[in-house]
């Protein structure tokens, strides 16, 4: 710690002797200089090249002879060098009043007016918690280096383009520009908060040798049940519903897990396989059988299996519009729809209903137009075909 003499002020005594500035010799100049200059030199140089924090000691004017209007000068002056080179330090106001109101006014129109803390102490009698008071303040005084932010993992898992995801971020954004010191990391994270996307945020940690915080905002409750109901398309309003969707859903998925294999293949080949379980296995009882030379065992076992099988399904759409002008307009239409924008094709409107509705229409007619019947000779002949090993099949529609 150093302690610096600082600048003179109106009624300081000791810088004139018999009449003269008194003269001293400083380690910076082989010639002697006035007292006043030698201190405000030597105040510069800790300052700005020896100091990495500061302590402005001024006073209320209870503390010595000299009125609160002399330390006015000096304190302004100290106080803009030590903004102007950046370093943390805070404002000790020296009263023999320290817990009186007027004392208490008095230091929160310095801090306000100087943009830094002032803490009011009666420097002959401080004790080891006023001295932790000043240091903690100070701390606070130290640049804010980074802010890391804890984010339920769900949210950065949201698309980029996600309303929340993005006012979220812009709100934390926006604040953190505030955050210039430790000290200001709370106040200026308040400003994130908003009724609709974050509730409030706390300072999870602070790291005072390195300037690194840590916060994380916490969101409006039932937030995540509402963005999950949205980007699941089910309704959760709390745990207990989200528990038992992913009791349906893990049954879902056990079955869909069976028939994927046997889709991906009908996608790439036209034709897929769902192979049975164990669980779906029946076993007949054993039976003795003669054979030539001895007697056997037979086992018989059946297990359902689902063959898929892909079908291209045509359908046309012929509407009568009126003479041929009129179709060949409407053909123009549809080309110039198809060539800006191929899917905007679907939507176009004949005769109150869209393209994808009249198309849809048909194909649904013609697959619920095969016979219940002939469903059950194809799945019938099927079977044979592979129980029996038959590898020839001719079919004759009627």
């Given at each position: 710690?150093?302690?610096?003499?600082?600048?003179?002020?109106?009624?300081?005594?000791?810088?004139?002797?018999?009449?003269?500035?008194r003269?001293?010799?400083?380690?910076?100049?082989?010639?002697?200089?006035?007292?006043?200059?030698?201190?405000?030199?030597?105040?510069?140089?800790?300052?700005?090249?020896?100091?990495?924090?500061?302590?402005?000691?001024?006073?209320?004017?209870?503390?010595?002879?000299?009125?609160?209007?002399?330390?006015?000068?000096?304190?302004?002056?100290?106080?803009?060098?030590?903004?102007?080179?950046?370093?943390?330090?805070?404002?000790?106001?020296?009263?023999?009043?320290?817990?009186?109101?007027?004392?208490?006014?008095?230091?929160?129109?310095?801090?306000?007016?100087?943009?830094?803390?002032?803490?009011?102490?009666?420097?002959?009698?401080?004790?080891?918690?006023?001295?932790?008071?000043?240091?903690?303040?100070?701390?606070?005084?130290?640049?804010?280096?980074?802010?890391?932010?804890?984010?339920?993992?769900?949210?950065?898992?949201?698309?980029?383009?996600?309303?929340?995801?993005?006012?979220?971020?812009?709100?934390?954004?926006?604040?953190?520009?505030?955050?210039?010191?430790?000290?200001?990391?709370?106040?200026?994270f308040?400003?994130?908060?908003?009724?609709?996307?974050?509730?409030?945020?706390?300072?999870?940690?602070?790291?005072?040798?390195?300037?690194?915080?840590?916060?994380?905002?916490?969101?409006p409750?039932?937030?995540?049940?509402?963005?999950?109901?949205?980007?699941?398309?089910?309704?959760?309003?709390?745990?207990?519903?989200?528990?038992?969707l992913l009791?349906?859903?893990?049954?879902?998925?056990?079955?869909?897990?069976?028939?994927?294999?046997?889709?991906?293949?009908?996608?790439?080949?036209?034709?897929?396989i769902v192979?049975?379980?164990?669980?779906?296995?029946?076993?007949?009882?054993?039976?003795?059988?003669?054979?030539?030379?001895?007697?056997?065992?037979?086992?018989?076992?059946?297990?359902?299996?689902?063959?898929?099988?892909?079908?291209?399904?045509?359908?046309?759409?012929?509407?009568?519009?009126?003479?041929e002008?009129?179709?060949?307009?409407?053909?123009?239409?549809?080309?110039?729809?198809?060539?800006?924008?191929?899917?905007?094709?679907?939507?176009?409107?004949?005769?109150?209903?869209?393209?994808?509705?009249?198309?849809?229409?048909g194909?649904?007619?013609?697959?619920?137009?095969?016979?219940?019947?002939?469903?059950?000779?194809?799945?019938?002949?099927?079977?044979?075909?592979?129980?029996?090993g038959?590898?020839?099949?001719?079919?004759?529609?009627?």
């Amino acid at each position: 710690m150093i302690d610096c003499v600082g600048y003179l002020v109106p009624g300081a005594v000791g810088h004139i002797e018999d009449g003269e500035p008194r003269m001293v010799y400083t380690p910076w100049s082989e010639d002697p200089m006035p007292f006043e200059k030698a201190a405000e030199i030597g105040t510069e140089k800790v300052i700005r090249d020896h100091s990495t924090v500061g302590l402005v000691v001024t006073t209320d004017g209870t503390v010595g002879d000299i009125p609160r209007e002399n330390f006015i000068g000096a304190e302004k002056r100290v106080i803009n060098e030590l903004k102007t080179i950046n370093k943390p330090f805070v404002v000790i106001l020296n009263t023999q009043r320290p817990p009186a109101m007027e004392t208490r006014q008095l230091a929160e129109a310095l801090t306000h007016d100087y943009g830094v803390p002032v803490i009011p102490v009666n420097a002959f009698i401080l004790n080891e918690t006023e001295i932790r008071k000043v240091l903690g303040t100070l701390l606070l005084e130290f640049p804010t280096r980074s802010v890391s932010v804890n984010l339920p993992p769900w949210l950065m898992d949201l698309d980029e383009s996600h309303p929340l995801r993005m006012a979220v971020l812009q709100n934390l954004v926006t604040a953190a520009k505030n955050a210039k010191i430790i000290g200001e990391v709370k106040s200026s994270f308040s400003q994130a908060v908003d009724e609709k996307n974050i509730a409030s945020v706390a300072v999870s940690s602070i790291d005072y040798g390195t300037g690194n915080t840590v916060i994380e905002p916490i969101l409006p409750e039932g937030t995540f049940f509402k963005v999950l109901s949205e980007e699941s398309g089910f309704r959760i309003e709390n745990e207990r519903a989200l528990f038992n969707l992913l009791k349906e859903l893990s049954k879902s998925k056990g079955y869909y897990d069976r028939v994927a294999e046997a889709l991906a293949q009908t996608e790439e080949t036209g034709y897929g396989i769902v192979m049975p379980s164990i669980e779906d296995m029946q076993l007949e009882e054993p039976v003795i059988v003669k054979q030539p030379g001895g007697y056997g065992v037979k086992l018989r076992a059946s297990a359902p299996s689902i063959q898929m099988v892909k079908t291209n399904i045509q359908t046309e759409v012929s509407p009568i519009v009126g003479s041929e002008r009129q179709s060949e307009d409407i053909v123009k239409f549809l080309l110039k729809e198809f060539e800006e924008d191929p899917a905007k094709i679907w939507e176009s409107n004949m005769f109150g209903k869209s393209l994808h509705e009249l198309v849809n229409e048909g194909i649904t007619a013609k697959l619920q137009h095969m016979p219940e019947e002939a469903r059950t000779k194809l799945g019938e002949t099927l079977e044979k075909i592979i129980n029996e090993g038959s590898g020839g099949l001719i079919c004759i529609l009627l």
